[in-house]
T-cell receptor, first 112, second 114 residues
Framework: SQELEQSPQSLIVQEGKNLTINCTSS?????LYWYKQKYGEGLIFLMM?????EEKSHEKITAKLDEKKQQSSLHITASQPSHAGIYLC????????????FGQGTRLTINP | DVKVTQSSRYLVKRTGEKVFLECVQD?????MFWYRQDPGLGLRLIYF???????EKGDIPEGYSVSREKKERFSLILESASTNQTSMYLC?????????????FGPGTRLLVL
């Protein structure tokens, strides 16, 4: 079965610094989703990537899917306290009905 | 605006109790999902439903059942709660289509079984 590995598991950065979170799959990714979760709350959809080499941005967050479609990265530029939370990547299992498998999450803390 | 609601944010139950977790979506989505989230394990799929009265087991269905009598409502049932079912439970919904569709999540229910 497909597994997703996220790294790092936790990350503490100074406000204003850039950071990157990685999501690696053992199999080809046909649909890769990034979500953000505030502590103790539900998941908020950030972006979806489908094509090899695809890159999407929203405000200060950029997500990329590599050409081989086995790794995705989430990059935050000039981090702010509002970026703090847990970031999860999810991948389409390719079994229809949009069932996803998720990574274990990356806990991001922003220090002022 | 897309909305998925869950009946409770926090629940405390005793071992052996029957527990109902309710999820409602107002987007007319066909697909609905129940996950549990545990530290270090990420989200794991318990059950999902792609239509009224239709259900399919996910990765960890043991100890759980589900009910979907109406399109907008998907219930997760713990027949006899056990302490290892203490967890955060998340409901999600998505549109059924030939395209890849985003799953929209509820706020979660944090369940403590004593």
């Amino acid at each position: 079965s497909q597994e997703l590995e996220q790294s790092p598991q936790s990350l503490i950065v100074q406000e204003g610094k850039n950071l990157t979170i990685n999501c690696t799959s053992s199999k080809t990714l046909y649909g890769l989703y990034w979500y953000k979760q505030k502590y103790g709350e539900g998941l908020i959809f950030l972006m979806m990537l489908q094509k090899g080499g695809e890159e999407k941005s929203h405000e200060k967050i950029t997500a990329k899917l590599d050409e081989k479609k086995q790794q995705s990265s989430l990059h935050i530029t000039a981090s702010q306290p509002s970026h703090a939370g847990i970031y999860l990547c999810g991948a389409d299992r390719g079994q229809g009905a949009q069932k996803l498998v998720f990574g274990q999450g990356t806990r991001l803390t922003i220090n002022p | 605006d897309v909305k998925v609601t869950q009946s409770s944010r926090y629940l405390v139950k005793r071992t052996g109790e029957k527990v109902f977790l309710e999820c409602v979506q107002d987007m007319d989505h066909e697909n609905m999902f129940w996950y549990r989230q545990d530290p270090g394990l990420g989200l794991r799929l318990i059950y999902f439903s792609y239509d009224v009265k239709m259900k399919e087991k996910g990765d960890i269905p043991e100890g759980y059942s589900v009910s979907r009598e109406k399109k907008e409502r998907f219930s997760l049932i713990l027949e006899s709660a056990s302490t290892n079912q203490t967890s955060m439970y998340l409901c999600a919904s998505s549109l059924l289509s030939f395209l890849r569709e985003t799953q929209y999540f509820g706020p979660g229910t944090r369940l403590l079984v004593l």
